[in-house]
């Protein structure tokens, strides 16, 4: 059995300044050392919520664990380029094979090409267009993870630009069809099976549209 971690690291970042406060100081006697995080729910490696794209959908506490925990499988993805249209036919022959409800990772291991503290992973990363999106509902999972930022208009926002909604293919086609958003996983280059067991549980936060995981892989897993 081997564990992958697959999450970004929570500090300082170019999209997102996360409030990291410590107080107590265990060499100077004091009793605890306690951090304070202040931050979005929708920075570093996270999981969407219906509601962050559906008015009055399900917020994150309501999205049940077996949603984004159990069988994955892995689309090799990493012979994709910068800037590259990602169609159904490119999904179609990455697709290892499994069983509907799989939990599906797309795998480019984009990070290893563009730092993700930079603003060329953002920008000059791949990205899914609207046909490959329903190809992917097609297979029925249960979730959808990614290692890249698979909407094109997601390179917009950081200029503050907006697109309708139509326009974010994935949010749109999955998330609003109850396929939960596992976003901005990392590390996938470190994976060598095409079948894992992956565990992306959010924080339990009342009424919100989306929270922080700690996303893994377990390798050697009989499933």
């Known amino acids: 059995m081997r564990i992958v971690d697959l999450s970004m690291p929570v500090r300082d970042h170019f999209r997102w300044k996360p409030e990291i406060t410590v107080k107590g100081n265990k060499s100077a006697g004091d009793q605890f050392r306690v951090t304070r995080l202040g931050t979005t729910c929708h920075g570093f490696s996270h999981v969407d919520a219906q509601a962050h794209f559906i008015a009055d959908g399900p917020t994150i506490e309501a999205t049940p664990l077996d949603q984004v925990v159990g069988a994955a499988r892995v689309f090799d993805l990493s012979a994709i380029g910068p800037d590259t249209e990602i169609t ?32 060329a992973f953002w920008t000059e990363a791949p990205w899914l267009n609207r046909a490959a999106a329903e190809w992917l509902w097609t297979l029925r999972p249960r979730a959808l ?57 959010p924080l339990k936060i009342e009424n919100a549209d989306g929270a922080p995981a700690r996303i893994y892989a377990i390798e050697g897993l009989p499933l």
Do not use: C, M
């Open 88 to 119: 159904p036919e490119i999904l179609a022959a990455a697709d290892p094979g499994g069983k509907q409800g799989d939990i599906i990772l797309l795998a480019t291991r984009w990070d290893t090409r563009r730092d993700h503290e930079t603003r």
């Open 145 to 201: 993870a990614v290692d890249f930022p698979q909407d094109y208009p997601i390179r917009l926002l950081l200029d503050g630009i907006e697109v309708p909604d139509a326009e974010h293919v994935t949010h749109d086609v999955l998330l609003r069809n109850g396929v939960t958003l596992i976003e901005y996983v990392v590390n996938t280059a470190a994976l060598t099976q095409s079948r894992v067991f992956l565990s992306a549980a």
